[in-house]
């Protein structure tokens, strides 16, 4: 069974500083997908950002970049110029290229400094 | 024009009573699910259905199950709830292929007294 770790309960970062919240996952499968997802106090889960395995660069959207690791088993989210609309809970995610099932870390809470 | 709808959004119940929630999501996606995200916020998945067949079931009690009438729509209903079953639950989908992100309902709040 796949495992995801997010060992970081709680972060947190001053307004426009970078912060990167850290994930490890265990898999015996080659073919998968990694995802961060955000879920403000709102309780509305947003995707962030997605990287497929196979793929060996990694993956930005705007301020929110990905270190991806594939040996290593890492996969962590790096977000850039933070801003006080980035406080939120983050969830890395485990997708199977198989069976679809998704398996969540049990979540990293940022707090942003103003 | 929502994704991943809900409802209710909030619902509030007495241990022993049964009570459903519904999931509906327009998006033309062959696959639904059902998580649990408790007090503590870890979010677990409880089923998964792909065109109105069960695919994932973990290990979630007899008094959970899921109904799903069609491919846009996955009901969750609960007998004889337990205090135990208070969490907020939420509903997604996503296309089969499992490349894609889930698109996530805003999630149904239940409170068990």
């Known amino acids: 069974a796949q495992t995801v770790t997010q060992s970081q309960p709680e972060m947190s970062v001053q307004e426009a500083e970078t912060v990167t919240l850290s994930c490890t996952y265990d898999t015996s499968e080659s073919d998968y997908y990694l995802f961060w997802y955000k879920q403000p106090p709102s309780r509305q889960m947003i995707l962030v950002i997605r990287q497929e395995a196979y793929k060996q660069q990694n993956a930005t959207e705007n301020r929110f970049s990905v270190n991806f690791q594939k040996a290593a088993k890492s996969f962590s989210l790096k977000i850039s110029d933070s801003q006080l609309g980035d406080a939120a809970m983050y969830f890395c995610a485990y997708r199977s290229g198989n069976a679809g099932k998704s398996t969540f870390g049990d979540g990293t809470t940022l707090t942003v400094k103003p | 024009d929502t994704a991943v709808s809900q409802t209710p959004k909030y619902l509030v119940t007495q241990m022993g009573n049964d009570k459903s929630i519904k999931c509906e999501q327009n998006?033309?996606?062959?696959?639904m699910y059902w998580y649990k995200q408790d007090s503590k916020k870890f979010l677990k998945i409880m089923f998964s259905?792909?065109?109105?067949?069960?695919?994932i079931n973990e290990t979630v009690p007899n008094r959970f199950s899921p109904k799903s009438p069609d491919k846009a729509h996955l009901n969750l209903h609960i007998n004889s709830l337990e205090l135990g079953d208070s969490a907020v639950y939420f509903c997604?989908?996503?296309?089969?292929?499992?490349?894609?992100?889930?698109?996530f309902g805003p999630g149904t709040r239940l409170t068990v007294t």
């Open positions: 259905y792909n065109n109105k067949e069960l695919i």
């Open positions: 998006l033309g996606h062959d696959t």
């Open positions: 997604a989908s996503s296309p089969r292929d499992s490349l894609y992100e889930q698109y």
